[in-house]
């Protein structure tokens, strides 16, 4: 069974600078999608960005990154320029791709990012 | 936003009473799962259902039964709460036509079973 772990319970950050938050995870397929979600105060679960194993690059959205190594199994989320509404729980999840209609997440515990002023 | 409306949004019961939580989606997806979330454990799938009377379990299945009689529709019923099923309740759906078939999820029901 796939494994994700998110070794970093809490995470702080000053306003303006860059921030990583680290995911591995476990699996035997060579395909799979891993995702960056991000639940605010609000608790509505937003995604943030996602990587398709088999691509090489890493995704961007604006401020956001991935750090994807696949033979390390790594999925890192760097976030750039941190602003006060990035203070959230980041979960970082994954999806195989080898069952046909068990399209399931597979979710880490989460870490929860604070952003000093 | 996607579409998708969960109902109660808070509820209170007590140990051995039937609960139903309902999942509303206006986006016409064919998937659609339950999740519940529990500090130290993220979110986990209870059951899924990939369209109309189509469902299978999770991976935390016992003591929940869901039905989907309706495309838009996603029932997630607790026969007989107990303190354990105490928790935060999450809806997805998402579409097999997308690329990635990211899931979006609904606001969420915040359910406690004294």
């Known amino acids: 069974a796939q494994t994700v772990t998110q070794s970093q319970p809490e995470m702080s950050v000053q306003e303006a600078e860059t921030v990583t938050l680290s995911c591995t995870y476990d699996?035997?397929?060579?395909?799979?999608?891993l995702f960056w979600y991000k639940q605010p105060p609000s608790r509505q679960m937003i995604l943030v960005i996602r990587?398709?194993?088999?691509?090489?690059q890493n995704a961007t959205e604006n401020r956001f990154s991935v750090n994807f190594q696949k033979a390390a199994k790594s999925f890192s989320l760097k976030i750039s320029d941190s602003q006060l509404g990035d203070a959230a729980m980041y979960f970082c999840a994954y999806r195989g791709t080898s069952n046909f209609g068990n399209e399931k997440l597979t979710f880490g515990t989460g870490t929860r990012l604070t952003i000093i002023p | 936003d996607a579409g998708i409306t969960q109902s109660p949004r808070h509820k209170v019961t007590e140990t051995g009473t039937p609960v139903t939580l309902r999942c509303h989606q206006t986006e016409n997806h064919r998937y659609m799962y339950w999740y519940r979330q529990d500090p130290g454990h993220g979110l986990r799938l209870i059951h899924y259902s990939y369209g109309v009377k189509d469902t299978d379990k999770g991976e935390v299945s016992d003591g929940y039964s869901v039905s989907r009689s309706k495309t838009e529709d996603f029932l997630l019923t607790l026969e007989s709460a107990t303190s354990s099923q105490t928790s935060v309740y999450f809806c997805?759906?998402?579409?097999?036509?997308?690329?990635?078939?990211?899931?979006?999820f609904g606001p969420g029901t915040r359910l406690t079973v004294l």
């Open positions: 990587q398709e194993a088999y691509k090489q």
């Open positions: 997805a759906i998402s579409d097999r036509d997308s690329s990635y078939n990211e899931q979006f």
């Open positions: 699996t035997s397929e060579s395909d799979y999608y």
